[in-house]
């Protein structure tokens, strides 16, 4: 079978592919860390409500009461890079979007159960009643959904595979024959638990800057959650690495010695990051941390590229010039971020009003 004969023409794009790239690192960029937290967050929440100590119900129920805005930055964050990847390689993800279908369309109740019971959490969290079950649900949800994002960008990225669509058209598909699908998930789910502990961190850290002298404790177990996860995911990412073909790495080619660089800088700033994790300095964990997110979010667009470069380049996107879509994009972008910073703020001296 002809797999070049299965992939759909491009679509034209207003702008110079690079113009959409860019954009589509930092939302990204920024979407990743949103929902690491959430994803590590509700699992912290779900470890503690199954373990039943006591003592840390106190923040079980902290995470509780940031579910509902966590998740929805989450959400909001994702709509960005999701539009980009749609623009620039629309003719393979809408392919693996169809070929897995029934799972994708899934998507959405998922992300409504899981945001239902993020408030039923919110509103629960007495340490005794059904606050702990909804984390839970909250959590599953969010599992399933990394999963099926997970077997999507390996469709998407391994046009070998669509002929297993004349075996079944259902929209039931699961590239489970990837090598790569397994690790892939369990990173991401790994680098949710160390950024939920590292927000867990954050968190206690700011409020120990104003004036709270209970706090100590709960830094040193957002960071020992952060230094924890970062260990697994080492391994994790090891197994990742070598489950990825050759090609994607290649030293001899320009994209894979740019993989292989990025990939070397994430391995320095993950170590910087966990020294000081141990250490529970906590600013500096942060900015090691975001930059390591910042490379593997590079590598990630590089590796895209590389798997897909036998079927698709960049560079061959058909360009029917129209600027005025992108200019008022980034001024919608510029807006929005100018707003969301206005509502944190709002929210950030509301609670320090309640809290004096």
């Known amino acids: 079978m002809d797999i070049v004969s299965l992939i759909p023409s491009p679509d034209a794009i207003p702008v110079h592919w690079l113009w959409l790239q860019l954009p589509l690192t930092v939302t990204t960029f920024l979407h990743l860390v949103a929902m690491n937290v959430v994803l590590g967050l509700a699992c912290i ?7 039943g100590d006591a003592g840390q119900f106190p923040l079980r129920d902290s995470i509780a009461r940031t579910f509902p805005f966590t998740i929805a930055f989450a959400i909001n964050f994702g709509v960005a890079p999701l539009l980009f990847v749609q623009a620039l390689y629309g003719q393979f993800f809408y392919t693996s979007s169809i070929l897995m279908g029934s799972y994708w369309l899934a998507i959405v109740p998922l992300l409504m159960v899981s945001y ?6 919110y509103f629960s969290n007495d340490g005794y009643g059904r606050g702990p079950l909804f984390i839970g649900i909250a959590a599953g949800a969010l599992l399933v959904i990394a999963f099926l994002f997970s077997n999507n960008i390996s469709l998407m990225q391994m046009p070998i595979s669509w002929g297993r669509y004349f075996d079944d058209r259902n929209g ?26 590292l927000a867990i961190a954050v968190f206690f850290e700011i409020r120990q800057r104003r004036g709270d002298t209970g706090g100590g404790s709960w830094i040193r177990y957002g960071c020992q959650w952060f230094s924890l996860a ?14 990825l ?76 010039s129209q600027y005025s879509p992108l200019a008022l994009f980034l001024l919608v972008l510029v807006g929005a971020g100018l707003l969301i910073r206005w509502m944190l703020l709002t929210v950030w001296r509301r609670d320090k009003e309640v809290r004096s």
């Open 45 to 51: 929440g779900l470890s503690i409500a199954v373990k």
């Open 116 to 121: 239902v019971a993020a408030y039923i959490a």
């Open 172 to 197: 039931w598909l699961l590239n489970i024959a990837d090598p790569s699908l397994v690790p892939r998930y369990l990173h991401f789910v790994a680098s949710g638990l160390a950024m939920g502990g």
């Open 230 to 243: 970062t260990i697994v995911n080492f391994g994790i990412g090891v197994w990742f690495f070598g489950s």
């Open 245 to 320: 073909p050759l090609a994607t790495h290649d030293p001899s080619t320009l994209i894979g010695s740019m993989f292989l660089l990025l990939l070397a800088g994430s391995v320095v700033t993950t170590i910087k990051a966990l020294v000081n994790a141990q250490s529970y300095r906590v600013a500096p964990t942060v900015a090691w941390a975001l930059a390591t997110v910042f490379l593997m979010t590079l590598d990630r667009d590089l590796l895209r590229i590389a798997t897909l470069k036998p079927y698709f380049r960049l560079g061959d996107l058909p360009v029917a």
